[in-house]
């Protein structure tokens, strides 16, 4: 994030407030157990991400700009940073789950003492402090997520199957109309990508540039349940040429036969777990919990590929970002039939384009500059949101970056093609 | 255990039930997410402890004896058997700690139901269930001591290092006395060692059998932290001669400088992190928490030798196992002073004897053969017990065991030498 | 490779026995020993290099073009295919250093068995089979890079530093003058980049596309190794902010602090070791063997950046590919004084540019199709050939491509930077 | 080997030469290459044997006792000395098989070298020199058969699975006459066990001692490989009920089926690959290659167990340990039908005893002073001699070691059980 670029909004201290307490309330159905367990060791324990973004914002709002201001604990800063090499040393990343104590309690209080000294300094705070409370939303927004996805990943882990949020089974999940998705051509030619103007952005979506795009075509919706099972009947997972060679090493090594938290029953029936427990895969909606591998062996059957980066971001660039289904509130989350051609929400989608910085980045001083520009290698971009990703935080020039083989997060794809 | 030798003893309900009520005692400070974690794939968390005995009484005396018993949770025996091929598959031991629910207060409720229905039923028990609930208990004691040990190790990973039983520092601590520890000659030539007569014992204790020894003394007393102290200012962790060729191997895989839980301040003082936290290392107490590797190489270094167990037995026989320094109660647990001649308690002692079958040895039949017989390759003898062993557990025939690289229990060494 | 662009071009037969002779010359040196064992598993035995592109001949042109041919040993196709899925199984990859049978001496037999066949169906093979010798030409020009940078791997390991090609020391070779390298604008706007016409190239070169570029400039040279050292000598390799965040954990696991094949004598001066020995460090050549990981942190530090494959490859289209510093005979093999702006030869140069397809790009069919497609996640480009390149070989357009972690290929950097 | 215990015994020249001359005729059909490649960490390289024990002549012997003899290259030192800490640093054990120079030619040379120079001091060495040229020809013999087994481990990895020493097929191998094997009762009671008197014995084998024993006895003959078919027809590799816990751990994640060299053509015929190249698995032979662990289930099964290395010692005592099936001369080499009741040759026969040091055993002083003594720890003691240990080498208190997964040498079994 560049701080210079970032606009102190009209009602930044209400949507503080707001995704604070949303937080909080996602957090609700935890015990003390389930809030300190790590799962593997790319995610966090729900304690950690309750605690690591209150850190950052009573290093980076407090610590920073209130002089006189005491730190809640000062064994914070070490169990609490993520990444940030210029804060000092931090406890290892794989051993986050081993931090019985402070108890959730303790961090829920944690939470309290910084946000009533926000509160109290609120109106002395200066310009660039409340750029950093800007930072602190979109950046807590993005822990939802992960809480989310980390607390799936966990329960599913354990051989009773959990529901974190227990619901009926809708009646009619299991009807798939298959309604020949159709595909729709994106602008071409000499075009610009990147986040320009007014508003929140990360730095890596800047700056705007241009770029020129062959023509192409995007499907109009993502993949769904059902074409994943054809794939998988199909023999799509034991079939080498379909996939890119670090994929197909992937699949042998791991033995990789469906999508992540499927499992088949001993009728042969598909199941699939979620935070709402156990229950039959939905035909009729995305296929998610995929990686890039997958994605785009998937592509490669379909005798498709995936869209790049700027093809995805000039075809979502007419649509409104806040429509798509996105996270509100709390209770059962998971992708819907993917009915609607608003490219926003549901499924992140995986595209065909590493994560590297565009023409001209620069990382932001400080800190925070370590935020984005570092972890330009190995990964790829996915874009626009999911169930889980907390409404009013994505864009069309949001770049969103995981491992190929990371799968833990709402995951899916839309199809692409040259026309 | 061989069952049929299993004596149905006086006061065996009271026993059972002073047994049960020690391990909820001794968890009273251990918060739902304490009893969860798993600190390293050696260790289980202690709602594991909790509820794998309850699971053993559950299965072995109400299941197999009681008809109308119904089992409180039918997931628990997938999740809550440790090792018994025979009984089934189970959850992986690595995976104990991802088991955020059942909760602890679900397994304490767990534990009064399986006490409620051994306590309605008792009149009518057969004397066969009365000596699974005799093994029970023993079962249960060896689990008492592990809850302690892998709470310590888990309580050390964390930067903050709480404290499990919080107490002031005792003043007179670090306070050695020198004493010169004689050597105390054993008896040799024709000897007999293993258990015999009344009274519980497991399978591997037997038969009492003859063996021929050579003229040998034993310490009177384990060696001390000051001693140890004198082993690492001579480089006794970086001279190779001293070391058993997989002991140095893992010296240096592992960089082990110091016994387990010891770490330097600032100052260059030596900490050691217990129970009660981190406090200043006591000279005059026995060294614990060493590997057989770092026994032996002590030993190579003192110009001595570890006891083979027969020695140990021999010699310890004609003391009461019941008096040395052994757990009664909660609250903090460590090593004191190694003043006493009593070999019992205090800490293990390692012996030279890799753990093998005694001759005539058979296991007991069904699925409680499997208690001991099938781990005897790789492991060496200990002998003793330990501050963290019940009181009553131990006697001169007990034979506990562990790789010769593990040193989270309560162990040390006394040393021995040809006469 | 499009097997359907590749034109027979004149001279054809001469260029294939010059490169079959070429790749036998490079081998003089070889034991049977020095060609038969594996020193990581990213290196292949020079054995089996010899055999492979003898097996790509083998399969492709004489198997599948001319009816009456025999094989020269059913086993060959097991042992000497690399990675072809559609070829069926194959030895593994990372045991290839086992096979001390078949021997150098019969795998000389093999080579000229093969020769022979071709030679003597030469006036026979249709068009198809000449394209793929045209292309097997190309594929074992890869192959002798690869033999050389593998057989100084192997020598690497070796605690008494054989030397390939044993050469007297060159007398000014430490003589090192900072001739300030000055920055050369390229073209920038809409340009194209990609083959196109005569030629051969490889499928992954194609299609040529528009790109749109900023306004960029590339130094002149590549970086020294005097530039190196001052940047070894500033604490490049400790300070975490110049690194990309899986660099940075890939310094500190495997304990990177200099290129590779560097070492410090007792006097602390820096020897490089290479195919002519271990010597002291030539400040005035470029710095090679150095990772992506490497190439980026020394740019961040130098407040410059790795320029992109388009600004590289629109850059270097003004020069003879031909001219630059590239194999053409045995001997002594090490990048020369960095004096000469022509991009091509000395040193491989790292691209920011991930390795992704080109728009528009397809497989071509068959076997061969598996040649470069299925490579295209997690690598970066690498432009310009090498001292180890054999002349002819690269082109403006030509995309190497390796792991970011990787560096036993004569690899370096050159700075790029906006403008 | 307690160095002033080795008697210089009459013939000692003769011998010297002898075993030198068997050595190098062992090794024969061996390529430069095959003499280089290591297979797996356990083994070496052919090469390394030849030299390694040169290097501890030359060491041991020459160096030390004769002051102008200057070293046959500097470098072998740190090449060639395998494990002796007080001899210094030496080259990486996993890592032997990466020096393809010096040449298998070379290393011959500096064999002659050595001998040359031992010949022609031969008359001025004093008592301690001849005393380690008795141990440098015991080490050398030990030599001998891990040369083979090594050779026979890497021709085992080789897909087309070359011969040492092709050979054709005997007609009669696969007539089986199961010959119901008699037990034989050994001698109980008071005994002792261990080397005294002339000849040369390890240090290990001493002092001999008193041992107290049960009634047991011994089977006539090892087990054969028509048994070994029945256990694995009945399940044993699959029951866990038969294995150690560590045996289980280890054939579930090696996925154990069989002995090792062993394999399934496609007929469901097993074969076993030998130094004499891959054949039917002879019924009458006796079984080897098989670990501790398997050894173990096996007598599980067999409602028998191991016996202990002092029920074998003086079971054997009364044989002539000379004229089993040992090895004499280079030529295929593989166990005989199992017919004989001489315990000696055929196959080394895992007993149930921990290596542990016997009591009042010292190691030697010295460097020779780390033969033994320090890998007493993880390992079993095997008895008897095999096809490849030549012959001389062993007798009744000879103890052999490896680690109980352990199974590229010469191993079998012999059942035992209590009377």
Chains 1, 2, 3, 4 share one sequence.
């Not at 429509?323 to 929400?345: I, M, Q, T, W, Y």
Request: proline share 6%.
């Amino acid at each position: 994030m560049g701080a210079g670029r970032v606009p102190v909004t009209v009602g930044l201290k209400d949507r503080f407030f707001a995704t604070r307490k949303l937080t909080v309330d996602l957090t609700t159905p935890l015990s003390d157990a389930d809030a300190t367990v790590q799962s593997m060791p790319d995610t966090s324990p729900a304690k950690w991400h309750l605690a690591h973004v209150t850190w950052f914002l009573e290093s980076f709002v407090l610590r920073d700009h209130v002089p006189q201001y005491r730190a809640f604990d000062d064994n914070f800063a070490y169990l609490f940073n993520s990444y940030y090499e210029a804060e000092g040393a931090r406890h290892t990343r794989a051993a986050r789950g081993l931090i019985t104590r402070p108890s959730l309690g303790q961090i829920l209080d944690y939470r309290t003492h910084v946000e009533s000294a926000i509160e109290a300094h609120w109106n002395n705070l200066p310009e660039t402090a409340l750029q950093l409370v800007e930072l602190g939303i979109q950046h807590e927004q993005q822990h939802q997520e992960l809480l989310l996805t980390d607390i799936l990943h966990l329960f599913a882990q354990n051989p009773i199957y959990p529901a974190y949020w227990p619901t009926p089974i809708i009646g009619d999940a299991a009807i798939f109309r298959e309604d020949g998705a159709g595909w729709r051509e994106g602008p071409w030619g000499l075009q610009s990508i990147g986040f320009e103007g007014a508003g929140f952005a990360f730095d890596c979506e800047g700056p705007r540039h241009e770029v020129y795009l062959q023509p192409f075509a995007l499907c109009e919706r993502t993949v769904s349940n059902a074409e994943w099972m054809y794939f998988m009947n199909d023999g799509g997972y034991s079939d080498p040429h379909l996939w890119l060679s670090d994929g197909w090493s992937w699949v042998q090594r791991e033995g990789i036969a469906a999508p992540l938290y499927w499992q088949q029953n001993s009728d042969g029936q598909w199941l699939s777990f979620g935070l709402d427990g156990l229950r039959a895969v939905d035909l009729s909606a995305p296929v998610t919990h995929i990686s890039l591998y997958e994605a785009d062996a998937y592509a490669s059957w379909a005798n498709a590929r995936l869209p790049t980066e700027a093809e995805w971001e000039v075809a979502a660039a007419s649509f409104p970002s806040g429509e798509g289904h996105l996270l509100d509130r709390p209770g059962p989350v998971r992708p819907k039939v993917a009915g609607c051609s608003n490219p926003f929400g549901n499924v992140w989608q995986w595209t065909g384009s590493a994560y590297r910085p565009y023409p001209g980045f620069r990382a932001a001083a400080g800190a925070v500059g370590e935020y984005n520009g570092k972890f330009m290698s190995g990964q790829f971009v996915l874009r626009g949101g999911s169930c889980a990703t907390p409404r009013g935080h994505v864009r069309a020039s949001y770049r969103n970056f995981f491992y190929p083989h990371q799968r833990w997060q709402f995951t899916g794809l839309r199809l692409a093609k040259n026309v």
